[in-house]
T-cell receptor, first 115, second 113 residues
């Protein structure tokens, strides 16, 4: 059974039209992450939540926002998608974030296309 | 210079071949290392952690060389199903006390019949 679930699997939006991607987890993990991965590139961390504590990466554009209303759910909002935002968006969780060997659990990703 | 560097490949090898990938990292304070496998348009999946003494899991062997700051992955007896992109991941504890992961861009392996 999937433990980190992302919906939808594929998302098509129009240039400038707000879009929300969702992630849920059944692991009761404290930490949830959003990564952006473009073709043939490394996953790039956008932000993460440690419980309700939001942590933005310094180079994450303001166009990207996130919400975590409870332990199980986390949302990625793209306020005005541009063509350059087309990518795979990966949600991941971990139990904690202080242990060096902490395992990361990925969802299956949402492939976003911007027309 | 990127923090984690990998040869993008592709490495095209015949079934049954042995293939090895390297990954170099620039942060000498890095403490933990992993190999992930990623299939096309799928999420990364943990293949194995890399320990100082080197470790083996079936046909896969991972090695760490701290002095030269690289890790390696060796795949013996390649199968068609090994075709994927292999991501190197390096972990360190940053000054806030939390773990930071840095991903490489991956090395693509294509095993051919």
């Amino acid at each position: 059974d999937a433990m980190v679930i992302q919906n939808p699997r594929y998302q098509v939006t129009q240039f400038g039209k707000p879009v929300t991607l969702s992630c849920s987890q059944t692991l009761n993990h404290n930490v949830m992450y959003w990564y952006q991965q473009k073709s043939s590139q490394a996953p790039k961390l956008l932000f993460h939540y440690y419980d309700k504590d939001f942590n933005n990466e310094a180079d994450t554009p303001d166009n990207f926002q996130s919400r975590r209303p409870n332990t199980s759910f986390c949302f990625l909002d793209i306020r005005s998608p541009g063509l350059g935002d087309a990518a795979m968006y990966l949600c991941a969780t971990s139990r904690d974030q202080g242990r060096i060997n902490e395992k990361l659990f990925f969802g299956s990703g949402t492939q976003l296309s911007v027309l | 210079r990127k923090e984690v560097e990998q040869d993008p490949g592709p490495f095209n090898v015949p079934e049954g071949a042995t293939v090895a990938f390297n990954c170099t990292y620039s942060n000498s304070a890095s403490q933990s290392f992993f190999w992930y496998r990623q299939d096309c348009r799928k999420e990364p999946k943990l293949l194995m952690s890399v320990y100082s003494s080197g470790n083996e899991d079936g046909r896969f062997t991972a090695q760490l060389n701290r002095a030269s700051q690289y890790i390696s992955l060796l795949i013996r007896d390649s199968k068609l199903s090994d075709s994927a992109t292999y991501l190197c991941v390096v972990a360190s504890i940053v000054d806030t006390g939390r773990r930071a992961l840095t991903f490489g861009s991956g090395t693509r392996l294509q095993v051919q019949p």
